[in-house]
Protein backbone atom coordinates (compact mmCIF):
# COMPACT_ATOMS: atom_id res chain seq x y z
CA UNK A 1 0.00 0.00 0.00
CA UNK A 2 1.57 3.82 -0.83
CA UNK A 3 1.04 6.16 2.06
CA UNK A 4 1.90 9.77 1.63
CA UNK A 5 5.07 10.51 3.50
CA UNK A 6 4.87 11.92 6.87
CA UNK A 7 7.63 14.75 7.86
CA UNK A 8 10.25 12.75 9.39
CA UNK A 9 10.00 10.71 6.18
CA UNK A 10 10.52 13.86 4.19
CA UNK A 11 13.00 15.63 5.71
CA UNK A 12 15.17 12.00 5.58
CA UNK A 13 14.75 11.71 2.14
CA UNK A 14 14.65 15.35 0.19
CA UNK A 15 18.13 15.90 0.52
CA UNK A 16 19.53 13.20 -0.95
CA UNK A 17 17.91 14.23 -4.33
CA UNK A 18 19.97 16.49 -5.78
CA UNK A 19 18.35 18.76 -8.21
CA UNK A 20 15.29 18.25 -7.37
CA UNK A 21 12.15 20.59 -5.20
CA UNK A 22 9.63 20.45 -3.21
CA UNK A 23 6.72 22.35 -4.69
CA UNK A 24 4.32 22.93 -1.81
CA UNK A 25 1.18 23.48 -3.71
CA UNK A 26 1.14 19.97 -5.40
CA UNK A 27 3.11 18.12 -2.31
CA UNK A 28 5.30 17.05 -5.16
CA UNK A 29 8.92 17.25 -6.65
CA UNK A 30 10.07 19.11 -9.97
CA UNK A 31 12.82 19.43 -11.84
CA UNK A 32 13.82 20.74 -15.26
CA UNK A 33 16.35 19.07 -17.20
CA UNK A 34 18.04 20.54 -20.35
CA UNK A 35 19.13 19.17 -23.25
CA UNK A 36 21.84 20.11 -26.16
CA UNK A 37 18.63 19.62 -28.51
CA UNK A 38 15.04 18.44 -28.79
CA UNK A 39 16.50 15.00 -30.48
CA UNK A 40 18.13 14.44 -26.98
CA UNK A 41 15.00 15.81 -24.77
CA UNK A 42 12.53 13.12 -26.56
CA UNK A 43 15.07 10.29 -26.27
CA UNK A 44 15.16 11.45 -22.70
CA UNK A 45 11.13 11.29 -21.95
CA UNK A 46 11.31 8.10 -24.05
CA UNK A 47 13.85 6.63 -21.88
CA UNK A 48 11.68 8.10 -18.42
CA UNK A 49 8.35 6.82 -19.74
CA UNK A 50 9.58 3.37 -20.13
CA UNK A 51 10.81 3.65 -16.61
CA UNK A 52 7.28 5.23 -15.52
CA UNK A 53 5.49 2.38 -17.07
CA UNK A 54 7.50 -0.30 -15.38
CA UNK A 55 7.16 1.38 -12.22
CA UNK A 56 3.31 2.15 -12.82
CA UNK A 57 4.13 5.99 -12.16
CA UNK A 58 3.56 8.52 -14.26
CA UNK A 59 5.29 11.92 -14.11
CA UNK A 60 3.22 14.72 -15.11
CA UNK A 61 5.84 16.93 -18.08
CA UNK A 62 6.24 19.02 -20.43
CA UNK A 63 8.87 19.38 -23.39
CA UNK A 64 9.61 22.72 -25.41
CA UNK A 65 12.86 21.99 -27.70
CA UNK A 66 15.66 20.90 -25.60
CA UNK A 67 14.07 21.34 -22.21
CA UNK A 68 12.04 18.57 -20.12
CA UNK A 69 10.32 19.89 -16.96
CA UNK A 70 8.96 17.11 -14.39
CA UNK A 71 6.29 16.77 -11.52
CA UNK A 72 6.21 13.98 -9.54
CA UNK A 73 3.29 13.66 -7.47
CA UNK A 74 1.33 10.46 -6.50
CA UNK A 75 -2.37 11.43 -7.03
CA UNK A 76 -3.49 8.51 -5.18
CA UNK A 77 -2.49 9.17 -1.90
CA UNK A 78 -2.74 13.40 -2.37
CA UNK A 79 1.24 14.06 -2.29
CA UNK A 80 4.61 13.01 -2.26
CA UNK A 81 5.45 9.25 -1.44
CA UNK A 82 8.03 7.05 -1.75
CA UNK A 83 6.54 5.93 -5.29
CA UNK A 84 7.98 9.51 -5.95
CA UNK A 85 11.42 9.56 -4.30
CA UNK A 86 12.06 6.34 -6.27
CA UNK A 87 11.26 7.18 -9.69
CA UNK A 88 13.37 10.74 -9.21
CA UNK A 89 16.17 8.47 -8.60
CA UNK A 90 15.50 6.18 -11.36
CA UNK A 91 15.10 9.46 -13.81
CA UNK A 92 18.96 10.85 -12.14
CA UNK A 93 19.97 7.93 -13.10
CA UNK A 94 18.82 7.96 -16.47
CA UNK A 95 19.26 11.81 -17.10
Known sequence: MVT???????AALLPSLSGWTHNADRDGLTRCFVFADFVAAFG???RV???A????????WSNVWNRV????????????SLRDIDLARAIDAVA
Not at 53 to 60: G, L, N, T
Request: charged share 30%; aromatic share 4%.
Open 4 to 10: KLDEAQR
Open 44 to 46: FMA
Open 49 to 51: ALL
Open 53 to 60: EKADHHPE
Open 69 to 80: DILLTTHDVGGL
